[in-house]
């Protein structure tokens, strides 16, 4: 574990505590954060810390194991939160043997800087000439300047100006800084410590090891193979493939979360992505990390053939695409690699556009104004700034009831409506509206008696166990550093336990691997108690509680007294 | 107590409930609002209620008792709010035997109506040729059409609009709408509920009746006595009277907090302020409501001899002054006469305007840019609407860190490095940043033995009991309808309890007072709590506790967990 102080320029390696020892991604940025920081603290003072986390099985060969879990409390949010994404730099910081970098501080000077992880530890150094670039270029200089075999984390204009909604940006196996995690403002907090980069050099690194490594490598590899086969659709459509799906169940965002169904939902399906690509010659079954076996990104090109983005995904389609009343993919992978370029989420971004279009600032589907909202990021304008705080904010300003978001954060791309389990993540997670915290889809299926059982999830009191036992899974998957793709799944759980057991040798169980989620979540929720964000707010937005999502009909009824206590009873 | 539903358009008369008795003002809207509205409804939204309370001996001849309570969800701190104001209209409804005003749902359509308030019960009558005018018109309509002597509360542009620091004013006894509930946008909420105006006629009201007249009436003579003698400063200086005093302690807000001495400080003193309206003819010690007999009120004229104002506050030369950088009384006049006609409050655009000069947005000092920051309101402009919302978001939309507000709302005119009393305040009041909930300037005393100790309330316990015991007995000002100038003293309490002996017959105690008084804040504790504004955020803005406030040094030491639990511990 490094720990970077901003304010002294010190950097401290330090081992890691024996009760940090089983967490790792999302259980480490947690429990840093929660026995370090001021869950008070401004988010974009000197007293929030940034960690950086690779998950517990980073670097090895388990599947889909190398995503990288950035933690601080967040400024969009005033939350806790764990922002998760994919590139090289979870792996290269395994092997380098780094469990977390913790940045805290604050430099007084204006100037910019950039960390070079490599075996010899951290250093700072100046990184002024990058000021105001974006990710592409940022990454081109520094890739030219260290060596393209470089793992490269970095913050866009938005993370430098501070913006709630800004990303950080990892760069993917081709250099390309397309992996952000993308939720709650990670970057304006590195941006607050002055970071612009980090570069990570694993050269050197020692080789990871193993208890048991014929029994890790067979897992993983009986594994890896399951997953090829079962999340083949994955593979060929990317997470595209599921839009159909959710259009069919009525609860495709689109036009700010007015309706259900779009009716040009085949002009931005998975299918139509596919046959793009396949065309111009972009690429398919693209991974986003070493060890990704499912490859569900993609590489989209133009007409020409040149390179327009990577990878386009389900969110970023459908909250920039039929939530704004878009249905051109060319016209959404311009927007992404602007998204991608200039640090911001498109989730959030796509949320505050349909709340403005809703506000009349431009009509739904109007590809030229929204061009022109773009121009009011780059340029940092008043309204450009109002954006770069994301939805809640812009809806308070223009004075927009209907404000799809929970705890400041702006809903992903379901309906809670019509798919009420993910509903009932968004309004209890400690993390705000987020899918990546419980997406419960039709199928998904909890880890005890009553959750496995497929009559009673469908009834409110299922439901919200059935989102309880997702949430406690996926946090286990963030601990790990799986794609969450693998599955918030009893299975999932059975196989890390395993595969812990033959790393170390230990006698982890399931049950132990379940406690130590959930303590992670109650972690978490005391956190945000004492930020300001108690259970007792946990719901949605009333309009989703009032007004029905046509075509379908489809209504929240969840009652809010089911959500407050959904950590609380056990 | 008459309740009109804005939604069926239904009004209905209730008796009290009995467990309501003793509850006026305050203790009224904070009780209702707990018991009837969900903490975590939309400010604007159909599930809020305004509730319009005159004080518990309003209409009475206790001094200075007719002040009244206006409490709703604010939209501002998103928490429970009382926001008291003067004017005539809680004397008129006290006269009407109306306990309480509770206005519930939300129109459909997009008209606006006007409640018509008389012995005959509440009329709800449509107001359409009223949208989009000022107070001051609005008033000159209704005051023609209703008779001059009705009382009017009404909201102006800033509260049609759902401005968050949008104001209701309260006509005086001259009919000039100069009196506001400013605090905590209860103008938007009453905009929300499509009410632009409520117009009260008070004749042919019953008399208010007292158990023992006698007692009453030379108990209220007494003490109205007294307060002529005590408070002449303010009834000479109005409130300005402590501008010097503030200023000598070097706790007077300075562009934007940023200095504790104003070096023009005597351009807009008490002293400057009296010298003019004397030399102009404009009037000093006016009543802001009638039984008031301290009579801080004024009418600032300009030159000519016409007025620009009433009343020239401590509070607004202050935000709107020194924490600009401005020093020129008719300037502020100008300003204040705006915000009152606009309906939104002079300290949260004090505040406001103080953090975009730290963004330069203009310089501090700038009258021609601060007229530009008006039109910008005016005319609804992205920047207005920005700045209708108050401090924090202006503060986080132009990337300001030092804004100095807590729970949402801008501080008041007391800089809390040097008044630590009213830092505490501020820091643990159920309203945000707000001097009214218990302002703790020397010479403070509070009821119990430890508290009246003058060493040890300057002692950092003594500083955190002191603020409690004055929250304490400011609330049983705000529930009998006192202006707080009478003082939150045992004096007061003391006095109250044997002029609610001699109404009621009843034998209500000093000890039962103060028991009753934290109740009410027990009340909003808990509204707070489930609203996400628990306990565990009571604090200040960072910078107060690490910047210290030039040129006397001042910095906020009182350790967060003194505040955390000023109200839980007895």
Redesign the interface.
């Known amino acids: 574990m490094i720990r970077i102080n901003m304010y002294t320029k010190e950097v401290t390696k330090e081992i890691l505590p024996d009760e940090y020892f089983f967490l790792g991604g999302r259980g480490l940025t947690s429990k840093l954060l929660m026995d370090e920081v001021?869950?008070?603290?401004?988010p974009?003072?000197p007293?929030n810390k940034l960690v950086i986390a690779p998950g517990l099985l980073g670097g090895t060969v388990a599947p889909c194991s190398g995503r990288i879990s950035i933690g601080a409390k967040s400024p969009l949010t005033g939350g806790i939160k764990e922002s998760n994404g994919g590139g090289t730099a979870a792996v290269k910081l395994a092997k380098l043997g780094i469990r977390a970098l913790v940045i805290e501080g604050q430099p007084q000077e204006e100037n910019l800087f950039l960390l070079k992880v490599s075996h010899n530890g951290v250093e700072i150094l100046p990184a002024d000439e990058l000021k105001g670039l974006g990710n592409y270029e940022t990454t081109k200089t520094l890739l030219g300047k260290y060596g393209s075999k470089s793992g490269i984390i970095s913050i866009g204009p938005a993370g430098e100006?501070?913006y709630?909604t800004a990303t950080i940006a990892i760069t993917d196996m081709e250099g390309t800084p397309c992996r952000h995690c993308g939720r709650g403002g990670m970057g304006a907090v590195m941006g607050s410590k002055k970071i612009k980069a980090i570069v990570i050099d694993d050269s050197n690194a020692s080789k990871i090891t193993y208890k048991d490594e014929k029994t890790f490598k067979e897992i993983s590899r009986e594994w890896a193979k399951e997953l090829v086969v079962t999340r083949k659709g994955m593979t060929d459509y990317g997470t595209a493939g599921n839009l159909d799906a959710i259009n069919a169940l009525g609860s495709l965002p689109t036009r700010n979360f007015s309706y259900g169904v779009f009716e040009d939902a085949d002009k931005i399906s998975g299918v139509r992505l596919r046959e793009i690509i396949l065309k111009r010659g972009g690429k398919l079954s693209h991974a986003c990390h070493p060890g990704c076996v499912i490859r569900c990104s993609n590489i989209f090109t133009d007409k020409k053939g040149d390179v327009v983005t990577s990878s386009l995904e389900f969110e970023t389609i459908v909250l920039l695409g039929s939530n704004c009343g878009i249905s051109d993919l060319d016209f959404i992978a311009k927007l992404d690699y602007f998204c991608d370029d200039f640090g911001i989420d498109t989730m959030e971004l796509g949320v505050t556009i349909g709340v403005m279009m809703e506000a009349s600032v431009l009509p739904f589907g109007d590809q030229t104004k929204m061009m022109g909202l773009i121009e009011e990021l780059k340029n940092d304008t008043?309204?450009g700034?109002?954006m770069g705080?994301g939805a809640t904010?812009t809806g308070?300003?223009?004075?927009v009831?209907r404000v799809p978001a929970v705890k400041g954060q702006g809903l992903a791309a379901y309906d809670p409506r019509g798919i009420k389990g993910t509903g009932v993540t968004y309004a209890t997670s400690t993390m705000g509206g987020d899918h990546t915290a419980g997406n419960c889809l039709p199928g998904r299926i909890g880890y005890r008696q009553e959750t496995k059982d497929l009559e009673f999830i469908k009834t409110t009191e299922g439901i919200v166990e059935l989102s309880k036992d997702v949430q406690t899974m996926i946090v286990l998957c963030d601990l790990c550093g799986y794609c969450f793709f693998v599955g918030p799944s009893p299975d999932t759980v059975e196989r890390t336990a395993k595969l812990i057991n033959a790393r170390w040798g230990t006698e982890i169980t399931f049950d132990k691997l379940i406690e130590l989620s959930k303590q992670v979540i109650q972690t978490e929720i005391k956190f945000n108690?004492?930020?300001?964000?108690?259970q007792?707010?946990n719901?949605l937005?009333?309009f989703f509680y009032t007004e029905r999502l046509e075509p379908q009909q489809h209504i929240f009824d969840i009652p809010?007294t089911a959500l407050e206590n959904i950590f609380t009873k056990n």
Chains 1, 2 share one sequence.
Do not use: F, T, W, Y
């Not at 001021?38 to 401004?42: F, G, K, Q, T, V």
């Not at 108690?529 to 108690?534: Q, V």
């Open positions: 001021d869950p008070n603290c401004e974009l003072g007293n100006r501070g709630s008043l309204m700034k109002m705080q904010l308070k300003v223009l004075g009831r108690e004492k930020a300001g964000l108690p007792s707010i719901g937005p009333e809010k």
